[in-house]
């Protein structure tokens, strides 16, 4: 078992930046991947969108619609991993979740709430 604890959502004006954090902590060993993914307000019932993430060999992925915009950093020594989000947009609100994958179970984070007001 994985545990993520997620923070540093909040309300912010477009064209303002916010970090959210995520510390992961357990069977960390077995976690090949590692990544951010939102859920939009009215979306309850949809699968998570992907944001960016860290792949098993170490690469960054941005989804398109934050490429430019957020940047991820990863601690493999804390096991954590951040999101920088800058020239945040209106479109950018959602619950923010953490997600971290072994080949037998993934893990998800309480979410944080990212508000942009335009």
């Known amino acids: 078992q994985v545990l993520l604890v997620e923070s540093g959502g909040g309300v912010v004006q477009a064209g303002g930046s916010l970090r959210l954090s995520c510390a992961a902590s357990?069977?960390?060993?077995?976690?090949?991947?590692m990544g951010w993914f939102r859920r939009a307000p009215g979306k309850e019932r949809e699968e998570r969108e992907f944001v960016a993430g860290r792949s098993w060999s170490g690469d960054i992925y941005y989804a398109d619609s934050v490429k430019g915009r957020f940047s991820v950093s990863v601690d493999n020594a804390k096991n954590t991993i951040d999101v920088q989000m800058n020239s945040l947009k209106p479109e950018d609100t959602a619950v923010y979740y953490c997600?971290?994958?072994?080949?037998?179970?993934?893990?998800w984070g309480q979410g944080t709430q990212v508000t942009v007001s335009s």
């Open positions: 997600g971290a994958f072994t080949f037998k179970s993934n893990s």
């Open positions: 357990g069977r960390t060993v077995s976690v090949h991947d």
